[in-house]
């Protein structure tokens, strides 16, 4: 079932608290009965049935916005309401009093209808469904009790489908029931939501050490700081594992969603006392924001999980917000003068992605991605960034220090590991075009003392096409160093047989596009049979499902890649766990 509708389903107050049910009614006290009824003769027979059905006590509204603010106001068991006021008609009148009264059941009454008119009335809101000509008491005592006790029941069941059985937060699915109520309502005010994405850093080494009564301790006492620091009325939810995810029902600007997700990280300054040890607890925060993350559930979401992945690959306990689609097109324009200060303040910083053997699952490379830290906007990733470098000539001088620093960490994961994996760094337009690319190759080579055979540099399709006999020279000279060769994006641009066998490239990397989308099947299994038959290693990109990496494994795809495998993380990440 579709995630919207099923969110739909389940209309949310605007604090999700209030779905908790209540104790049934004191039977020693009357039942409190909100009547809305227009018509005096009509109202006045319902109030005598009613006072017959029982004690009850008995208020009497005309409109459907009098019944609002009545039930705004408190103070009722049930609502006994005419489908057809001044003010309102049909079924919409059930639909609007059932978002008002929230745990309160309802029962509408007409002077007229069939088993159709009912089944609606009940699947929209209601709990039952009387005709007036047949409100004896007997019937009536008999539908408010079951009315209140049928809505009881139904509460609990929401409220008990909504909640996480640990921590007692509300789960991933009442995380995301209240993020689409409180995107529906903003839709409608003009105003904006946020989401925040709560990691913690190194929960599975707690849960292993202490055992797993002191990791859901420990998440209970993550879930009570975590309710404390937020306002009264935004949510929060625990989504899986150490995950815990923030509704922001009414924010004013990304610089309040940042404040939230600071106030969050501050919740953890004080350390946690757990089975006698005294444990530190540190998070990694990412935001987005509607409307300009995202204006569905699952665009806020995406985005909210790729900006805290960002704040864990910075160095973690950070807070770090998506940008905005308008200050994303803006960044070109407003920050190159920025980039000569990040190269010189040491603002880029490297983030590295797995390659795994497709048949054992072990890592046999990693690719070095660069990012940007910048001191305001947070990490921003390279499309927005990358392009600057070309057009400023800054490329080369970073292009460098990325060569250098992906070998470095090669060399760590070598002391560490024991045994040497094979490092891809990227390799722009601009850098094959320079004469220095392969000097700068000979000296880190030469300094580090790093087998070449285990720095792979890639270059797109479109690089290489720019000058094809240039390209053929510089390819030749690198290869003869010892270092590896490797066509990003294969499938995109123009390469061809002829091209691969001048170019004499190592490794064809199929571009994610592919891999994702069921009708380029048959292309991926040709390139894959292609890149086989001329002995070459073939990577598959963006695998992020087991039906993806299954079908790569199956037509012989020696080496993966992707979200399914392991994400972009810091070098702190591999040489720590």
């Not at 905005?324 to 303040?345: K, V």
Request: proline share 4%.
């Amino acid at each position: 079932m579709a995630w919207d509708r099923v969110e739909r389903r389940i209309r949310v107050p605007a604090h999700l608290d209030a779905l908790e049910p209540e104790p049934s009614p004191d039977p020693a006290r009357p039942i409190r009965v909100l009547l809305v009824e227009d018509d005096s003769i009509d109202a006045h027979l319902a109030v005598r049935a009613l006072r017959r059905a029982g004690d009850t006590e008995v208020a009497v509204v005309g409109t459907l916005r009098e019944a609002l603010q009545a039930l705004e106001d408190g103070g009722y068991d049930v609502v006994v309401a005419d489908m057809h006021l001044p003010d309102s008609t049909g079924f919409n009148t059930v639909e609007t009093l059932d978002r008002a009264a929230r745990t309160i059941p309802i029962l509408m009454v007409s002077g007229g209808g069939d088993e159709n008119a009912a089944l609606e009335n009940v699947r929209r809101g209601a709990q039952d469904f009387l005709l007036k000509g047949e409100m004896d008491s007997g019937l009536l005592t008999r539908a408010l009790r079951y009315a209140i006790e049928r809505k009881r029941s139904q509460t609990k069941l929401q409220y008990m489908a909504l909640r996480d059985g640990v921590t007692g937060l509300f789960n991933r699915f009442g995380f995301r029931t209240a993020l689409a109520g409180a995107i529906e309502a903003r839709e409608h005010a003009q105003g904006c939501v946020g989401v925040l994405y709560l990691d913690l850093d190194r929960f599975k080494a707690i849960n292993d050490s202490l055992g797993h009564d002191a990791g859901d301790e420990l998440l209970r006492i993550v879930a009570h700081r975590l309710s404390v620091t937020v306002r009264d009325n935004d949510v929060v939810a625990r989504i899986g594992g150490d995950e815990f995810a923030i509704v922001v029902p009414e924010l004013s600007s990304t610089a309040e969603l940042r404040l939230i997700g600071q106030r969050l990280l501050n919740a953890f300054v004080e350390p946690i006392q757990l089975s006698g040890v005294e444990v530190r607890v540190t998070g990694s925060v990412g935001g987005s924001h509607f409307p300009a993350c995202g204006t569905t559930v699952d665009e806020l979401v995406t985005a909210a999980d790729r900006a805290m992945y960002r704040a864990k690959s910075t160095g973690r306990n950070r807070c770090y917000c998506a940008l905005g689609r308008a200050a994303m097109a803006s960044l070109p324009q407003s920050r190159a003068r920025e980039l000569h200060f990040a190269l010189q303040e040491d603002q880029f910083a490297l983030v590295y992605q797995p390659q795994v053997d497709g048949k054992t699952g072990r890592i046999v490379g990693y690719e070095a991605l660069i990012r940007w830290d910048h001191p305001t906007l947070g990490r921003v990733a390279p499309n927005d960034f990358v392009p600057m470098l070309e057009e400023t000539g800054l490329i080369r001088s970073v292009g460098a220090w990325v060569l250098r620093t992906a070998v470095e960490f090669l060399v760590q994961m070598r002391e560490r590991t024991g045994e040497w994996r094979r490092m891809a760094v990227n390799v722009s337009a601009s850098q094959l075009d320079d004469g220095t690319l392969i000097e700068e190759v000979t000296a880190v080579l030469d300094e580090l003392q790093v087998p070449p055979s285990c720095v792979e540099l890639e270059f797109t399709e479109a690089a290489v096409m720019r000058d094809v006999p240039r390209t053929a020279q510089v390819l030749d000279r690198l290869r003869n160093l010892g270092v590896r060769i490797a066509l990003d994006d294969f499938g995109t641009g123009y390469s061809s047989l002829s091209h691969l066998r001048r170019f004499q490239v190592d490794t064809l990397k199929i571009d994610k596009s592919f891999v994702q989308d069921t009708k380029d099947h048959a292309l991926v299994g040709g390139i894959i049979s292609l890149g086989l038959a001329l002995g070459l290693t073939v990577v598959g990109e963006g695998v992020e499902t087991p039906a993806q990496r299954d079908f790569l494994v199956d037509r012989g795809c020696e080496v993966l890649q992707g979200f399914l495998l392991g994400r972009p993380a810091d070098p702190e990440t591999y040489l720590l766990d």
